[in-house]
């Protein structure tokens, strides 16, 4: 058999889930995985421990729980030693309502990632449906297959991390090679370049392969051609700044409604969502579902819509030309709209400790836990943080790393952080959560993070701290707006958040609005609307921020009903009106 086939593993003692288990597998997926199955759980144990040993793949595990069969969950657990980076399921028989307390109780503890329900009939597209999924979010963790885009760079430079982070997070399939490796050499070679600045791209799906060196986020933009600047005559009804969760939920419910929508991104799409290895608590995905694919499926129903999107482009001001507004965008170009959603959302807070911010990219990262996490196997790893974002990186990171530690600041995680997550933190075996405890300074080694040094959360600066060993350390901790590109009379908050309807004083003698009472997302800009986690007192949830994308939409319709454009062709261009096609009436 290739060693270099994946594994998937059945055990149950129950013969006919076995062989209705192993006979659907085998047709499914025969050509691409290894099928094993194993009538007891010793079995099962012991040939994973074999599989590790030869440095097997597992992709997926499979245990049962019912009334022929007890014994999955402990199966499933017990699993998690061997193969962590493998997705586990609980199958379960269709009407065993009796043991949904157990096996829901074993989910959120972490004893597996998902319930798939026995299939009962040939071509059972709902266990399928379940198994591809599964399959499909493994393999995105892995960063395996094919590669459109070949990246070859210095292991610990910043820039090239930011550009795996990037590439990964679009959902373009990247393959990281280290510079001076057997592959990197060849590639090079390939392409006729010698002693090239680093990092370099090769985008393989272009006929001859493009090649870059040390490329900025505009080239590269250019250079895919996926998205390109509109006409200069363009005049899109709203300009969606930030493909965020907020921000597509925006595309989707402003297209579909006939505005003219064109959505600009500076890094990814998904915004901080689409770091999350799984998001367990969405509404509709009752197997969870990885922030970069609700944000990749988000988007492309955005596009199908007929959203019009520039990425690798960040927004740097706001003007006015006459009624209309203008968006100016790093490329130099600049885009006309009647109305603005600001969707930025946030950064996460900077740490600001010297030794720490010097060794970015080589073993400290701000995010970025689902493109780094497998080059943490092995390691002892540090998070901080106290939120959801936080907690989802420790499960992820606890699948490659050999423990991790989550420092947080506060004396508990209940008043900022998902039940679940905690749950399921508290019930991983490598997983340790050290409470009342800051990060002061670290320690490297060759110019790579070798150990963190932590303190008391009040004595932060009294005596030298405790020294905790880490290869890597993954900092996601506060909010910071982003929003220096908005001129002054958008009024913020002490925090620079952007106060929108009530929450801001309408008498305020520094207000350009006219005298009417805010739209509830309006800021103190009239057609210029915040939403998601840059407005402030949003609640930091994804199906909020798309709560809030689709409200915004309703009240652009209200804001654009109020500010028709001149019916002049040279003010509309040789684009049709908003008003010419629908009235501001909303199709459902």
Known sequence: MDHSVPVMLIATTDPTSRRILGDELRRRYGADYEVVTCADYAHGRAVLDGLRRWNRQVALILGCYGPADRGGLEFLRRAYGFHPAAKRGVVVIWGDFAS?????????????????????????????GAITDALDDWHLA???????????????????????????????????????????????????????????????????????????DLEIAEAMGVTRPPPADKIFDVVVVGAGPSGLATAVYASSEGLSTMVVEGEAVG?????????????????????????????????????????????????????????????????????????????????????????VGRGVFYGATVSEAPAMAGKHVCVVGGGNSAGQAVLHLAKYAKNVTLL?????????????????????????????????????????????????????????????????????????????WLPDTVERDPAGFLRTGASRDVSDAGSVRPDRAPLALETSMP????????????????????????TVVSMLHTYLAENPLPASPAARGAESTHEELTGHVRFE
Not at 530 to 550: L, N
């Open 271 to 359: 915004g901080q969502a689409g770091t999350s290895s799984l998001i367990r608590n969405y509404p509709g995905f009752s197997r969870g579902v990885s922030g970069a694919h609700l944000a990749y499926r988000s988007f492309h129903q955005a596009w199908t819509l007929g959203t019009d999107f520039l990425f690798l482009r960040k927004v740097e001001g706001l003007g006015t030309d006459g009624a209309l507004y203008t968006v100016s965008i790093s490329d130099g170009s600049a885009v006309r709209c009647r109305a603005v959603v600001v969707a930025t959302g946030v950064d996460y807070r900077r740490l600001g400790i010297t030794p720490l911010e010097d060794l």
């Open 527 to 550: 057609g210029i609307f915040a939403i998601g986690d840059v407005r402030a007192g949003s609640i930091k949830r994804v199906a909020t921020a798309v709560g809030d994308g689709a």
């Open 100 to 128: 949904a307390p157990t096996v829901f109780r074993a989910i959120a503890r972490g004893y597996a990632e998902l319930v798939i329900i026995r299939p009962e009939r040939l071509r059972d597209e709902e266990f399928h």
């Open 408 to 484: 947080v600041r506060g004396p508990t995680l209940s008043v900022s952080m998902s039940e679940y997550l905690i749950s399921q933190l508290e019930a991983t075996r490598n997983v340790a959560i050290r409470y009342g405890t800051v990060l002061v300074g670290a320690r490297d080694r060759d110019g790579f993070l070798a150990a963190v040094e932590v303190a008391a959360s009040g004595a932060a600066d009294a005596t030298p701290g405790e020294e905790i060993e880490a290869g890597g350390l993954f900092v996601l901790i506060g909010s910071v707006p982003r929003t220096s």
């Open 142 to 216: 892995q960063g395996v297959g094919f590669e459109a885009v070949r990246l070859i760079g210095e292991v610990g430079d910043e820039r090239t991390h930011a550009l795996r982070d990037s590439l990964s997070r679009n959902h373009i399939p990247v393959g990281f090679h280290p510079a001076g490796s057997e592959m990197a050499e060849r590639t090079l070679e390939s392409v006729g370049l010698r002693n090239p600045v680093l990092p370099v791209m090769v985008l393989e799906f272009t006929a001859p392969p493009i090649v870059l060196e040390n490329p900025s």
